[in-house]
């Protein structure tokens, strides 16, 4: 045999066998053999560099050092899962889906696991690249250490396989490799990990692979993404996925009705205690691939999937104390600190309690004996008193009238669950909080800036607000403490980059009250620039800030503006007037605009946006020529509003082949006028 055919049946080998063992659970020789075969192999392969393979077994050792970890677009965003915590939430989830799609619906049930989120690359059967969840849109490339798990097949076995393709899936820690490593820990007197999910997606995160190859990490698959895959639901396509190599859970079921998910949930809320790693919930997914385009996607999730949580465990101890935090939008979360006590695993020290209604509502008092859970959220609540043990002397919680930070009085709005510090201008932590939303990466981005450095320029009083910013030079920062030349100039240099951000993102950055990402663009696509969003109605923005006095009129009938944006309800509204009556926030965005900032969409954002469909509404059905998403674009690139179901609204139905019955039967009762895809191009 040549040495080419010599290490490619090594190759061969050890991947099944690393098959059976990791993915199958099934080894068929013994750990001593295998050993030895991998020695063979990685001294052949030292001997001949020429056969390297970044996808032969032996890179299974690690070695590769990451410095950094770049960052990384995802081609197919990853989403979030819409959570629901009991049967009713289900139930109610089904009937919206269901007056969306047509025909019956068959459901996917899947084990939620807790781990660390991922999507693997694959280019003509080879693993070629692993990147984190990060914020949905762009990751971390972690390529190399994930090359060390072991149940991530570098090669993947079949015909059928895609030539590019993305499976998403859960790196975690099974329980017996997390006590190990604890045990080792503990033997060496270092602290004990906290848990198996922070332990995986810290080992992620490690510059060492060959450090991440010691640790038990698993791979768990449980969706494909990318465009053409031969499969029409999402059950086959785990299926698929088991014979291309890959561990898919056997969990997974299909089922045939709501009742069945019921079922699936119960079953596995005790059952799962028995499982080798750690589950929160159930993931419910509508099996039919062309049922799940029907549905989409809402801002953070998908429509046609919802994650069941398993209550959470819940424990009591004694509430010390209430503080209060103040939040950069001037918003009072009042904490409770608590006894430390332990939950799933973890030291807990503070629960949050919202706000006062809530503190009200459960009459919650200091000294109080108190029930904490800890969900989903990082943070865990309170959820009940036990009065029994109340003490005799004990006194109802009188809220906070005054901000912890500033003394300034708090105040309340009507409808309002928080209270709020009004002092927006000089309360410390709304002043750097405002300020480090400003920079953040997806407000303005600037390079160069971090949270430490806002504290510092803000003490040293040469920023007040983020249009100070812009008046930063090298000579001013140089004398703050570990400040170089080198990151002086990068600082200016990226403050002075970020005058390039599209006005939607500025429009974010202001940091006006409920206008988040979302909205901002929403608000930014309508208004395209600063002036005509801030203008209020007969009474063009008046560079001559003492003309905001009268305005009670034109407050009135810019919020009636506002609000029939769609999707800008009556509190975004409210606080963006609130917004232009401030004579500082004015006076702020003057500044930014003199500075240079993008306050204006740009041509090339405009490009192809009318507002021909402008009050018009429609619902799109079947299946078309052009993508779901291009044809929904268009609709909203000419000003049309989509909806998901045919109501006495809808205007027009477009609509495409295999649309089904009910919905054909729906439009012709109410009389929408139905188009074809033709018929609308021919609209615009
Ligand atoms: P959350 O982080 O609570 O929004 O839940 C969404 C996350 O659940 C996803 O990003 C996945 O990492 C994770 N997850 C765990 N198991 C599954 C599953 N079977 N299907 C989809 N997502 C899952
Ligand atoms: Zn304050």
């Given amino acids: ?87 009713e939430d289900l139930q109610d989830w089904e009937t919206r889906i269901k007056k969306i799609v047509d025909g019956d619906i068959q459901y996917t049930c899947e084990l939620k696991y807790d781990g660390a989120s991922i999507s693997l690359h694959y280019e003509n059967g080879k693993f070629v690249q692993a990147v984190t969840r990060g914020d949905g849109n762009q990751g971390d490339d972690v390529t190399a250490n994930v090359r060390t798990i072991k149940s991530v097949p570098l090669q993947l076995k079949g015909d059928d396989i895609p030539a590019k393709f993305e499976i998403r899936g859960e790196i975690v820690l099974p329980w017996d490799g997390f006590h190990k490593m604890n045990e080792e820990r503990a033997a060496q007197g270092l602290e004990l990990y906290r848990n198996p999910r922070n332990t995986a997606s810290g080992s992620l995160k490690l510059q060492d692979s060959a450090v991440v190859a010691t640790r038990p990490l698993d791979c768990l698959l449980y969706q494909l993404a990318g465009d053409d895959l031969p499969v029409k639901n999402q059950y086959d396509s785990l299926t ?151 003490p005799a002397d004990s006194v109802p919680t009188v809220y906070a009238t005054k901000c912890p930070e500033c003394e300034t009085t708090l105040v309340r709005k009507e409808g309002d669950a928080k209270h709020y510090c009004p002092n927006e201008m ?35 009083g040469l920023i007040t607000n983020y249009a100070d910013l812009y008046d930063l030079t090298v000579e001013q920062v140089l004398p703050l403490e570990r400040m170089a030349q080198k990151s002086a100039e990068n600082m200016v240099q990226g403050i002075e980059a970020s005058k390039n951000v599209p006005f939607e993102r500025v429009l974010f950055a202001l940091g006006i009250r409920y206008v988040g990402e979302t909205v901002a663009k929403k608000l930014a696509k309508h208004y395209k620039n600063i002036d005509a969003l801030l203008a209020l109605p007969d009474e063009p923005l008046k560079e001559n800030l003492d003309l905001f006095a009268d305005t009670t009129g034109a407050s009135d009938k810019k919020i009636e503006e506002l609000t029939a944006v769609p999707e800008i309800g ?24 003199e500075a240079g900032l993008q306050f204006a969409l740009s041509e090339e ?41 045919i109501s006495s609204k809808t205007d027009y139905l477009i609509r495409g082949d295999k649309m089904g019955p009910s919905k054909l039967e729906k439009a012709e009762k109410l009389g929408v006028t139905m188009i074809s895809q033709q018929e609308f191009l021919a609209m615009l």
């Fill in 1 to 87: 045999m040549d040495v080419q055919s010599q290490i490619n049946s090594l190759r061969d080998e050890l991947r099944e066998h690393n098959y059976n063992y990791y993915v199958n659970d099934n080894p068929t020789i013994s750990d001593f053999e295998f050993d030895k075969k991998l020695e063979q192999l990685k001294s052949i392969e030292a001997a001949h560099p020429e056969f390297y393979d970044a996808t032969s077994p032996s890179v299974r050792v690690g070695g590769e050092i990451t410095k950094n970890f770049n960052t990384v677009k995802h081609i197919n965003r990853m989403y979030s899962l819409d959570n629901s915590y009991s049967i």
């Fill in 240 to 390: 698929l996925a088991r014979k291309w190599g890959f561990k898919a859970p056997k969990e997974s079921k299909l089922l045939n009705s709501i009742e069945e998910v019921f079922e699936f949930i119960n079953h596995w809320d005790t059952a799962r205690k028995d499982l080798p790693y750690e589950t929160d919930g159930v993931v419910v997914k509508v099996n039919s691939l062309r049922q799940q385009e029907e549905l989409g996607f809402t801002a953070k999730a998908p429509k046609w999937a919802m994650a069941y949580k398993f209550a959470a465990e819940q424990v009591s101890t004694r509430l010390e104390e209430i503080t209060y935090q103040v939040g950069r939008t001037g918003s009072i979360t009042p904490v409770a600190n608590l006894e430390p006590v332990e939950i799933s695993g973890t030291t807990v020290r503070r629960a949050s309690l919202h706000n006062a209604d809530q503190i009200e509502k459960l009459d919650i008092r200091v000294g109080d004996e108190v029930y904490v859970e800890k969900g989903g959220e990082i943070i865990p609540k309170i959820v009940a008193v036990d009065l029994a043990k109340r």
């Fill in 426 to 460: 000089s309360c410390p932590p709304q002043v750097k909080g405002r300020i480090e939303h400003f920079i953040s990466r997806k407000a303005m981005d600037i390079d160069g800036i971090g949270a430490e450095t806002v504290g510092q320029l803000v003490e040293a």
């Fill in 570 to 593: 009556i509190s975004i509204a409210q606080s963006i007037v609130e917004f232009i009556q401030s004579e500082d926030q004015m006076r702020l965005v003057h500044r930014l605009k």
């Fill in 605 to 645: 954002q405009l490009e192809g946006q009318t507002d021909r469909l402008s009050g018009k509404s429609f619902v799109i059905s079947g299946v078309f020529e052009m993508s779901r998403n291009d044809l929904k674009k268009l609709v909203e690139d000419n000003g049309g509003k989509i909806s998901s179901s």
